[in-house]
């Protein structure tokens, strides 16, 4: 037997739909108990590190991220590369919009998953919003090959 890790994290991407579990990230600041990703308005990073780190696409020895910039230094050191081409899994890197890049997962047919501040939770969407959201940056994972997508 062996496990098909390319398709079972695609499986996790997917199922996360709706998930309210990336919404809060405590620390103590000025010796108070403080959400740094305010009840899910700032989850995106927290989201794509999190599933990213189940799976062993980045550091294992890091807690997921609540940056984008963060999530993007440790998936660069990690095997990841900028990409042309949308495959499945691939994660996505919107322009910055109110001061904030965004980041999610591309899974094909025009779609992709990302944590919407709206909603809070990893919701399915277009993958460029609509044309309303310019991507500036696709990645892929050096074990995501052909053979990965039989």
């Given amino acids: ?8 994290y695609l499986a996790i991407i997917k199922a996360s739909q709706g998930s309210k579990m990336f919404r809060h990230v405590y620390v103590k ?15 995106c990073a ?6 990213l780190k189940i799976f062993n696409l980045i550091s294992p020895y890091i807690s997921p991220h609540t940056t984008v910039n963060g999530t993007l230094i440790n998936m660069f ?17 919107w322009e910055e919009k109110l001061g904030h890049q965004h ?4 899974l094909g047919k025009d779609k992709a998953i ?3 501040h709206e909603k809070k939770m ?3 969407h277009h993958y460029t919003y609509g044309n309303k959201r310019k991507i500036v940056q696709i990645l ?11």
């Fill in 103 to 106: 980041l999610g997962f591309y």
């Fill in 114 to 116: 990302s944590h919407r």
């Fill in 1 to 8: 037997m062996e496990i098909l890790i390319y398709q079972n």
């Fill in 77 to 93: 050191s990690n095997g990841w590369k900028k990409t042309k081409k949308l495959i499945p899994g691939n994660v996505l890197v």
């Fill in 122 to 124: 990893p919701i399915i």
């Fill in 29 to 43: 600041k000025n010796n108070k108990k403080v959400d740094i990703l305010k009840n899910g308005e700032l989850s």
């Fill in 140 to 150: 892929t994972h050096k074990s995501f090959n052909a053979r990965s997508h039989a």
């Fill in 46 to 51: 927290y989201y794509v590190s999190s599933i």
